[in-house]
């Protein structure tokens, strides 16, 4: 899926659901021109959740602004926010 605008948008209370098929689903942040390989990307496989080219790294919950996760935490606690976690090995 390409969108021209560069957004991709919904209706408040509607469930967003991007599919990659049978592959991944990537979402980078680039603009016109710039090269893909050096652009920050977030990519979701069966293999697992990826993040690259992200010089910081952050899960915040939008509505309270509490951060779940953040990498320049020295500890992070999954448990306050996942039910379950699964780490492919």
């Known amino acids: ?29 680039m603009e016109e021109g710039d090269d893909p ?3 920050p990307e977030v990519r979701l496989s069966e293999e697992g959740l990826s993040i690259k080219n992200a010089d910081k790294v952050r899960f915040v919950d939008p509505d309270t602004g509490e951060v779940y996760f953040d990498l320049d935490q020295e500890m992070v606690h999954f448990s306050s926010f996942c039910g379950k976690l699964y780490i492919s090995e």
């Open 37 to 39: 390989d050096s652009a």
């Open 1 to 29: 899926m390409k969108v021209e605008s560069g957004l991709v948008t919904g209706f408040e209370g509607e469930t967003l659901t991007l599919g990659g098929g049978d592959g991944d689903v990537i979402i980078r942040a």
